[in-house]
């Protein structure tokens, strides 16, 4: 396993991350054996959200902790804020007060080490943020701060009106969604893929050295299914399968080194809830692609050069 620094409080944070989004239906039995799984592989860094099947996946996150009788300080656990399933989004005071009081609960833990706002609030008000922030750290619930799916301009926002620093970005990134770099390689042209949907998130997240934590790193469109093996995805998964045979491992973990190779801080947030699929993924970190093989994946998965 390779291990990032956050910030100097979380050094030592595997660069892969196990998430809980699917554990809703999982028995306590299997989702202790996730854990068992991802330990042995020295994941270190589990990632949640309080509306993941309703609160449910939590839950279940807890009492598989238990039974593992795993060692609170041997993980970082994080979890995402903010969301109302179909009525809004939420960061006033009281919502992320009490929504880290339920986390906090469900999971049967003292803390978080990150809390992330899940989406943007375009009602979101600096000084309630920054004060539920200062009250969750002065109250030692939470210990440090990020976002998730913000642009550059979001952040700068937000960043400005908090005495923390904000310190991950959790984005879409996969072979089969791009578009954080297909608009850099277009610069200047009038084609589809030259449009900057994201504000130069991602360049803005290396100049200030925010972790960008990769979701549905094997998924193309929005979670409607994975890239591996799917008969849409011809030409990439025949380099997937080359590269897997040159390396020795399997294409999830290919397509896993394909995001860490580039340069950005990356953690790769891996939603599987089975020890096998953890374990293969794991792999990625036996090798690294070189600069040719990671533009043959890019091309293969569909995407072109100018």
């Known amino acids: 396993m390779k ?12 660069n892969l991350a196990l998430g809980i989004m699917r554990w809703g239906d999982l028995t306590i039995e299997q989702a202790t054996a996730a854990l068992i799984a991802a330990q ?3 994941i270190n860094f589990l990632d949640s959200a309080d509306i993941y099947s309703h609160g449910r996946c939590e839950e279940v996150f807890g009492q598989a902790f238990q039974m593992g009788n795993f060692q609170r300080d041997d993980w970082f656990i994080q ?3 903010g969301i109302v399933p179909h009525k809004r989004y939420d960061f006033s005071k009281q ?19 990150l809390l992330v706002l899940h989406r943007p609030d375009p009602l979101m008000d600096l000084t309630e943020i920054q004060t539920a922030f200062d009250i969750l750290i002065a109250n030692g619930k939470v210990h440090h701060f990020g976002v998730s799916n913000f642009n ?12 923390q620093k904000l310190v991950v970005n959790q984005l879409q990134f996969s072979l089969a969604h791009t578009a954080m770099i297909d608009f850099g390689l277009h610069t200047n042209l009038d084609d589809a893929a030259g449009i900057d949907r994201d504000d130069g998130t991602l ?3 290396q100049q200030h050295q925010l972790t960008v934590q990769a979701w549905s790193p094997f998924q193309h469109g929005f979670s409607v299914g994975t890239f591996i093996d799917n008969p849409h995805f011809g030409n990439l998964n025949v380099v997937l399968d080359q590269l897997a045979h040159k390396y020795q491992t399997n294409k999830n973990a290919v397509a896993a080194a394909w995001i860490l190779r580039h340069p950005a801080k990356w953690q790769v947030i ?3 809830t089975h020890p096998d699929h953890i374990i293969n993924s794991a792999q990625c970190n036996n090798f690294t692609l ?17």
């Open 3 to 14: 291990y990032v620094t956050i910030s100097p409080e979380l050094n030592q944070v595997s």
């Open 290 to 306: 070189t600069r040719q093989e990671w533009y043959n994946l890019y091309l293969a998965a569909g995407h072109d050069l100018p």
């Open 40 to 42: 042995q592989c020295g």
């Open 203 to 205: 360049e803005y997240c």
């Open 152 to 163: 550059a301009a979001q952040i700068k926002l937000l960043q400005s009106g908090l005495h």
């Open 95 to 113: 919502h992320l007060l009490d929504s880290v009081d339920t986390i906090l609960s469900r999971m049967q833990i003292d803390y978080l080490d």
């Open 79 to 81: 979890s995402k804020v």
């Open 270 to 272: 891996l939603g599987t």
